[in-house]
């Protein structure tokens, strides 16, 4: 099935000998996920084409990069595009990379994450505030590798406090990506 929102004439991929998907969602998702450069912007980058084909930049073709997102997601890396494959990629997901980038500020390997509830917003009942911070990371369990522990005394990865507007020991950040 095709997204309806797409308003640019696509090339198609068949896959499974079943179904086809746009080859744009195939190489934007990978190369925002996971550092891929189609063919033709690594010849860009290079004085010497003749070492920048597909077989022998095996880094960077297509089939690595698929290998590398199944192997993220606990599926079989056979680098092919399955209904499996395609089904996590189209799940919701936050917009950072799977995989550090050259450069970037490494990452948690950590897939089992604490967190602890430190005071509660007047505005709501202490058990209003722990069934929307469980369904919360919930979603977010649902759709990642991550699983979320409560804890209720000691260091927490995540710590959760409630403050007024203007309070200037709270600091909010919002992290936003079209779609994502």
């Avoid at 550090?100 to 209003?128: C, F, H, L």
Wanted: charged content about 30%.
């Amino acid at each position: 099935k095709l997204d309806n929102n797409l308003h640019c004439p696509i090339m198609m991929l068949w896959f499974s000998g079943k179904s086809t998907i746009p080859v744009i969602f195939l190489q934007e998702y990978l190369r925002h996920f996971y550092g891929y450069q189609p063919k033709a912007e690594r010849q860009k980058r290079t004085t010497d084409i003749s070492k920048d084909d597909d077989s022998t930049t095996r880094s960077c073709d297509k089939k690595t990069k698929v290998q590398e997102m199944q192997r993220y997601f606990g599926l079989l890396p056979s680098g092919e595009l399955t209904e499996e494959t395609l089904a996590v990629m189209k799940k919701p997901r936050c917009g950072l990379s799977d995989v550090e980038q050259v450069g970037e500020t490494v990452r948690w390997k950590k897939k089992s994450i604490s967190y602890r509830i430190e005071n509660y917003t007047p505005d709501m009942s202490v058990a209003e505030v722990d069934d929307s911070i469980d369904k919360a990371l919930q979603v977010w369990a649902n759709v990642t590798p991550l699983r979320f522990t409560r804890i209720y005394s000691g260091i927490a990865d995540i710590r959760i406090s409630f403050g007024r507007q203007g309070d200037t020991k709270f600091f909010f950040w919002f992290y936003s990506i079209k779609n994502i």
